[in-house]
């Protein structure tokens, strides 16, 4: 590092500094950090070179008064315990997306119960952001309708049914209670239990479609609990199973579409008396390695969370960058883990 580059240090980088090091106009810097393609690529890279160098951190207030853009994209996130480690591997896959972009990442909170539309609206009205990210859609959800009356960028994890093109990523939660029902079919259970999501969410329906397309081909039994949702707690899940198990009629078949549910569910099991593959088979949704260390004879079917959070963040990007006008779309297939 030049002298000149270590005496700037002593106080917070600019933009005349990088110009003073790189020996260029404040302009042609700006410009040249913007990637601006009159500017020559060998001084982008120069100059970007120095910024880093340097510690150069671009003013966002000053950059959002000229340019009215915040260069954040915002995830909404809703605490749940469906999936563990949701939020993590969903905001991993994100950040790795945006990783070489000038987009920054940043996590508005929404509280169980909260009022989603309000928090966008929020976001959207104060220019907080340049997109948005969020999940845990409804059949009709207004979030979507909203945004896509503002012209806002954004993409969501799940579905909805508004007949506007959105763009969405999701998981194919029909194939895979569907390929859960089939898989305790073949282990001879005689009654299948599918633990859902409350009604509100698109994917209740998605899950429910895909036992009903196994069982009337199978012929066999199958029941959705009324007691407990994948919202319910732990503890809750947990006694509800423990008392289901002394029911004379009660499932030996359970599909569960997340680890929590999972682990709640044979806890009761166990307190009951009932083993896994002795009394009872299930199979579980998983987003990691977890499951394979705590019970790794069960079957399991992954979501990969982390690939979710990315392809959302280049949808959002597609759409900033005025890429993808159409509004990109994908499903994820699962993928089966079945023990032999």
């Known amino acids: 590092m030049t002298q000149k580059a270590v005496a ?11 110009a003073q090091i790189a020996d260029l106009a404040v302009t042609t ?8 393609p009159k500017i020559a690529l060998a001084t982008r890279e120069r100059v970007a070179a120095i910024a880093e160098q340097v510690g150069y951190v671009p003013d966002r207030a000053a950059q959002r008064l000229r340019t009215g853009k915040t260069k954040v994209i915002s995830l909404i996130l809703e605490p749940h315990q469906e999936i563990l480690g949701f939020g993590d591997a969903l905001i991993h896959g994100i950040t790795g997306a945006l990783h070489d972009t000038r987009y920054h990442l940043n996590i508005t909170p929404s509280f169980a119960g909260g009022d989603t539309r309000t928090t966008v609206e ?3 009205h104060n220019r907080l952001a340049d997109g948005l990210i969020f999940a845990r859609t409804r059949p009709f959800d207004e979030r979507v309708r909203y945004l896509s009356e503002q012209g806002f960028p954004f993409a969501c994890h799940g579905r909805t049914e508004l007949s506007a093109p959105y763009s969405h990523f999701d998981f194919d ?17 005689q009654k299948i239990c599918l633990i859902l999501p409350p009604d509100k969410f698109t994917f209740y329906q998605h899950l429910r479609y895909g036992l009903l397309r196994s069982v009337r081909t199978s012929g066999l039994e199958y029941c959705f609990p009324e007691e407990i949702t994948l919202d319910s707690s732990l503890v809750q899940i947990k006694d509800w199973a423990r008392d289901l198990a002394g ?19 044979t806890n009761g099991m166990r307190l009951a008396g009932k083993q896994r593959g002795r009394d009872f088979e299930a199979v579980v949704k998983t987003s990691s390695d977890l499951m394979s ?36 779309q994908a499903i994820q297939s699962p993928v089966v883990r079945f023990s032999h």
């Open 293 to 328: 260390q705590i019970d790794p004879t069960v079957d399991q079917i992954f979501e990969d969370i982390e690939e979710a959070g990315a392809r959302l963040a280049a949808f959002v990007l597609g759409q900033l960058s005025k890429d993808d006008p159409e509004r990109a």
């Open 8 to 18: 700037t240090q002593a106080k917070r980088p600019t933009l005349k500094t990088v």
């Open 247 to 265: 029911h004379p009629d009660a499932p030996d078949g359970f599909i569960c579409p997340g680890e929590a549910s999972y682990l709640a569910l």
């Open 173 to 189: 939660n029909e194939s895979f209670a569907f390929a859960a029902a089939n898989r305790l079919t073949e282990k001879g259970v």
């Open 122 to 124: 929020h976001i959207v």
């Open 29 to 36: 810097v700006s410009r040249a950090l913007a990637d601006d």
